[in-house]
């Protein structure tokens, strides 16, 4: 159903099984697992699929290697394997990712961990290559059998700087250990809502549909592109609002705290030194208070974060001058001769963790990155159906977090479970292979059928997957010409993802579905032509156009520090 069905099926029946609110990795995961299993469900996001804390990951499928200090094993142990599927399940954009930790100390650490566990320290401090030894031998157990990744070495000092030579030579080990790289979080989580669509005639998305509030067995949403309003009777509502959980509770009448959420940014810079001495790994790297921050290769590009900082209203958030510098700091004390200004810097983003707010007092990094569902029945509230809150999360668990709702959810409304997400492949991951030989044969394939050249497909396929056939039949099937001012995209490319992927404004198509702005790939005409062929697609006057792009340079402007 294209958005206009889907509105005038919500007139004519306003009931519905599930009613997911938030449309970020947690609530488009139960989604596909929800209707995968039969049970109509109606996901909504106030904004775009996969903008709020979705969007301002570090990119990573991670173990979170520095939990097991926090005891958080049960946590690493999930995490490790979910990473493995999304290795398996998304190849097209999830790889393993050799990850390098510095350090200057063998044996600083040691007794940190213990006194962690017992709530006995509070404040973090730099661990030495004992401890991380140690963490590192869990975390390979915790991959177990399937070795998805290889397994953690150290390499000393020497061989450490003849392999990273720009490495600050004050080293005394190096330890390289794997995780995943999730290069596209936006088209991931839009791949995965796409995929519940297509399997499954119980699905039912729109983005820009906002939760205005609630009453007895209805609730009130708004249409944010048109002001209409619409009003739907759902069984069960699942807050998926992450940072929003309790604001979103307040629309509907319920007061509740559970999220303490804290501020992280990151910064994208063009580089090549900085690449270059980075290679294809990222660098973890501990500040001397025990502060962690990465370095991490995107694409061409190197991506700098993260902090890591106690905030009270998730809307108010920037990447502050002295988050900037901070980073820039940091990058010296890993490579001292590689010089990295703000000149540098070409796009930068701030998110919020959506932390649960229970735990003892500790120090933000220490704060539990665990999931659980706060449930509130009809009784507890004014509302005759009960409210599931999704609270915390890592973007790299995010399938395991989803199956526990969805088995809830399933026991609630009398269910069984028939189909499960763990070995499902997803969007352009379905038939992708990464072995050079057999990519070369896919594409030789699509070639053939869909009559695109080889080079072409070559660039579709590195950006879609295997979606990059349906892509290349669509461009196929018209007339088509490469942008004047982006000529690796296609005008007919363009209005493939306008018309198969949700685009409703215009920074949809900058920062989620396409990498353009977040990779400093954008100009004013760029901007403007893109907007052109959106507008042709959208039936938009020149006036709504010009609208467009205006409010599209003010947000790249103020969110992102993108002048153009
Ligand atoms: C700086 C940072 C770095 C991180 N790095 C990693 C990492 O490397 N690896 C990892 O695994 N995890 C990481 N995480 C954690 C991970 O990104 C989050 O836990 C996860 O994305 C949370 O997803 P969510 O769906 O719960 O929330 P969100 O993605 O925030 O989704 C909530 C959605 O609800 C919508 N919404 C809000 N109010 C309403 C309303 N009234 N009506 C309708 N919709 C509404 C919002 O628009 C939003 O899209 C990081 C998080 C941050 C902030």
Redo the contacts with the bound molecule.
């Keep these: 159903m294209n958005r206009n069905e889907i509105l005038s099926s919500l007139k004519t029946n306003p009931e519905v099984s599930a009613l997911i609110?938030?449309?970020?990795?947690?609530?488009i995961g139960t989604y596909r697992d929800l209707t995968l299993n039969g049970v109509d469900t109606l996901l909504?996001?106030?904004?775009d699929f996969?903008?709020?804390?979705?969007?301002?990951?570090?990119?990573?499928?991670?173990g979170g290697i520095r939990y097991l200090e926090n005891g958080e094993f049960r946590l690493v142990r999930e995490a490790v394997l979910e990473r493995n599927r999304m290795i398996q399940n998304a190849p097209h954009i999830v790889s393993p990712l050799p990850t390098t930790i510095p350090m200057f100390k063998y044996f600083s650490g040691l007794f940190n961990a213990p006194l962690k566990f017992l709530g006995m320290l509070t404040k973090p401090s730099e661990r030495g290559a004992v401890i991380i030894k140690l963490g590192l031998i869990m975390y390979d157990a915790y991959t177990g059998k399937t070795r998805t990744v290889p397994r953690h070495q150290f390499m000393f000092r020497n061989e450490s700087l003849r392999r990273w030579p720009k490495l600050n030579p004050n080293i005394a080990t190096t330890a390289v250990y794997y995780d995943g790289l999730i290069s596209n979080p936006e088209r991931l989580a839009l791949e995965i809502a796409l995929d519940a669509e297509a399997e499954s005639p119980n699905a039912r998305m729109l983005n820009y549909?906002?939760?205005a509030g609630a009453e007895k067995d209805s609730v009130i949403l708004k249409d944010e592109l048109t002001g209409e309003s619409y009003t739907v009777r759902p069984k069960l509502l699942i807050n998926?609002?992450?940072?929003?959980i309790d604001?979103?509770n307040r629309?509907m009448g319920i007061s509740s705290r559970y999220i303490a959420g804290t501020k992280?940014?990151?910064v994208v810079v063009d580089h090549p030194e900085l690449r270059a001495a980075t290679g294809s790994n990222e660098f973890f790297f501990e500040n001397k208070d025990g502060r962690i921050m990465w370095i991490c290769p995107l694409y061409d590009r190197v991506l700098i974060?993260?902090s890591d900082i106690k905030i009270e209203d998730p809307d108010e958030i920037h990447c502050t001058d002295e988050e900037v510098e901070y980073f820039l700091e940091l990058v010296t004390q890993v490579f001292p001769s590689i010089k990295v200004t703000k000149e540098h810097i070409i796009f930068h983003f701030t998110?919020?963790?959506?932390l649960g707010s229970s735990g003892a007092a500790r120090t933000t990094g220490q704060y539990s990155r665990d999931h659980h569902i706060e449930e509130l029945s009809g009784e507890q509230t004014k509302l005759s159906f009960p409210v599931y809150s999704?609270v915390g999360?890592?973007?790299?668990?995010y399938r395991a977090f989803s199956e526990q709702v969805t088995d809830k959810v399933l026991a609630f409304l009398g269910k069984s479970r028939q189909k499960d997400t763990t070995n499902l492949p997803i969007g352009g991951g379905r038939g992708y292979s990464t072995d050079a030989n057999e990519q070369k044969r896919q594409i030789d394939g699509f070639a053939a059928w869909t009559g695109l050249d080889k080079e072409r497909l070559q660039v579709l396929y590195s950006r879609y997957g295997t979606r990059a056939e349906a892509v290349a039949t669509f461009i196929n099937r018209s007339a088509d010409e490469p942008l004047k001012f982006l000529p690796d995209f296609t005008r007919r490319e363009i209005i493939f993802l306008v018309q198969h992927e949700k685009v409703m404004r215009l920074d949809d198509l900058l920062l989620r579905r396409t990498m353009l702005a977040m990779l400093g790939r954008l100009s004013k005409e760029i901007v403007q032509e893109l907007a052109d062929v959106l507008g042709d697609c959208m039936g938009w006057d020149a006036k709504r156009k010009n609208a467009e792009v205006l409010y599209t340079f003010d947000l790249l402007s103020d969110r992102h520090g993108v002048r153009l």
């Excluded at 998926?240 to 929003?244: C, H, I, Q």
């Design positions: 609110v938030g449309a970020g990795i947690n609530g909504i996001d106030r904004a996969c903008s709020g804390a979705s969007a301002a990951s570090s990119h990573m499928a991670h549909f906002n939760l998926a609002t992450g940072p929003w604001v979103a629309k992280g940014s990151h974060g993260t998110g919020v963790r959506p999704l999360g890592k973007w790299t668990s």
